[in-house]
């Protein structure tokens, strides 16, 4: 899932007090799960900035309208319909589904209402820890589930970088369990001490270039 | 004779490290590497060591190399992708300098410039095999090189790990000797008998081991170092004599001469690190008859 943030109130009030109309528009789908751009966050944020507003002697409320998932054209329909109505439009997606909104109103300005964050996993209700970091080269089979891109504070694939505290903690933040201290441990317990012995070749960072792909069930479909 | 002679020789070796100036001046780094030169045996000058921004090891070790003075150049992954490591290591070997320190390095986040972004394009075990490429005349691409540089390359292991960390390091040692490792520099040790532990396990290796010493201020340093520095492990009675000692300076040459003492029989060579009290390392020389 993607986990996102919110914004300060003040950021986002900067960015729409010169419109007249704005629409809000909320996302069903991960910034939803993660509290922060629902249908309901959409109300709570719209009320936030009227009240913000109001003291600025400026009277906006934003309308909100939330769709299924903004990262993909089916949901839009409705709000193509409506989307015309409005100065400019403020988003509660994540990146990619602020992007979205964008190139499918490119005369409208498009404004993000939260900081994408990180993917991650729900360790309990409210509580999001970041687990990948899209590398696009998975070496979770070798590193027993523990991604050393993402729960290393140096990103580091061929052990630990010498910084490990005695009970097993990053040198970086305390709080933080070293990944490699992880790796190794686990790899221990599984007596596949064997994959992290060889020498892990330098990675090919490709997040230099835009990521695209195309299902391999679908390849005929968008073949040129 | 060179550090790397010195080294294959089997004689003791001695070396201190020097920080670059924040600036250009280099007088005072000048100062300190003329007075220590006759009597250590080379000079490392560190890299952005602990993330603070300062002139770089590769030019401060360039002057110094004017100078007749035996250096060990310092580089780490923290600020520098692989095609300025590699860079770096060729400029290094076209201004002479053959001796090499590769290290992790440190994030930024520890220093003063804590926003910037960290790199880490290589790990230390890229740039090792980077070195390692460059020497036997090729680049990390596979391209050839006109000229290939020599290089005495050394890096860091934690000589006072414990524990499953000491399997892991053991682990990582062998894996930095086959990319090509020369020596180590085992970084700072303040307990002799957890360095005898890890020269029992890594004695087979075969690898010179250089320990660091690093000359403790006060309590509060040390203290300091317990908490915050992993790896390190100064005993109670080290902070006991700091803390009874009316001359501060005094005791830390003491405390420095006599983990030199305990140390020399089990390692290669000895790295004073002076963090601050460089006027306190020929005072040192003194106390261990260099």
New interface residues.
């Given amino acids: 899932m993607i986990v996102a943030e919110r914004k300060p109130l003040d950021e986002i009030k900067e960015m729409i007090k010169t419109f007249k109309k704005v629409l809000n528009v909320g996302c069903g789908g991960c910034t939803s799960i993660c509290f922060t751009g629902g249908q309901r966050e959409v109300g709570q944020l719209n009320e936030d900035l009227e009240n913000a507003l109001k003291q600025e002697g400026k009277m906006l409320r934003p309308d909100g309208f939330t769709i299924e998932r903004q990262c993909n054209g089916d949901f839009y329909p409705e709000l193509d319909e409506i989307a015309n109505d409005y100065d400019a439009i403020l988003s509660m997606a994540c990146g990619a589904g602020v992007q979205f909104l964008a190139d499918r109103y490119p005369s409208k300005p498009v404004f993000p209402a939260l900081n994408t964050t990180f993917v991650g996993i729900d360790r309990d209700i409210g509580w999001f820890e970041e687990n990948c970091r899209t590398c696009r080269e998975c070496v979770l089979g070798e590193t027993a589930g523990i991604c050393p891109i993402t729960r290393c504070?140096?990103?580091?694939?061929?052990?630990?970088?010498?910084?490990?505290?005695?009970d097993?903690k990053c040198?970086?933040s305390k709080d933080t369990p070293c990944a490699?201290?992880e790796i190794?441990?686990r790899l221990?317990e599984q007596n596949r001490l064997e994959n992290?012995?060889k020498?892990?070749?330098?990675r090919e960072?490709r997040n230099q270039t835009r990521g695209t792909m195309v299902h391999e069930d679908y390849q005929e479909r968008y073949a040129k | 004779m060179s550090f790397k002679d010195q080294l294959h020789s089997g004689k003791f070796a001695l070396t201190a490290e020097l920080q670059p100036p924040k600036g250009t001046d280099p007088s005072e780094v000048y100062g300190y590497a003329e007075r220590w030169g006759g009597r250590v045996d080379a000079i490392l000058i560190p890299d952005l060591q602990n993330g603070i921004m300062r002139l770089g090891s590769l030019s401060t070790c360039a002057l110094l190399k004017q100078k007749g003075i035996e250096v060990i150049c310092n580089l780490s992954c923290a600020n520098r992708n692989r095609l300025a490591l590699q860079s770096e290591l060729l400029n290094a070997a076209a201004l002479g300098l053959k001796n090499l320190l590769l290290f992790q390095g440190d994030p930024p986040s520890m220093g003063d410039h804590f926003d910037a972004h960290p790199v880490f394009d290589l790990d230390v075990m890229g740039l090792l095999g980077a070195a390692k490429c460059l020497r036997e005349g090729y680049d990390l691409a596979g391209n050839d090189l006109k000229g290939k540089p020599v290089f005495f390359v050394g890096t860091q292991v934690n000589g006072a790990a414990q524990g499953p960390q000491l399997d892991l390091e053991l682990t990582n040692m062998e894996k930095k000797i086959h990319e090509g490792a020369d020596f180590f520099l085992a970084g700072s040790i303040y307990d002799p008998g957890l360095f005898e532990n890890f020269m029992k396990k890594a004695a087979h290796f075969k690898v010179p081991v250089i320990v660091g010493i690093t000359l403790l201020k006060s309590v509060g340093m040390a203290r300091y170092i317990n908490k915050h520095v992993e790896g390190a492990s100064i005993p109670d009675a080290i902070i006991d004599r700091l803390l009874r000692a009316p001359d501060k300076q005094n005791v830390s040459i003491e405390i420095a001469r006599d983990l030199i003492a305990d140390v020399k029989p089990l390692c290669q060579g000895i790295q004073i690190i002076p963090l601050g009290w460089e006027n306190l390392v020929i005072p040192l020389l003194d106390r261990i008859g260099r």
């Fill in positions: 504070a140096k990103s580091l694939f061929n052990g630990p970088c010498g910084g490990t505290s005695r097993g040198e970086v490699w201290f190794f441990k221990k992290i012995l020498i892990k070749p330098a960072w």
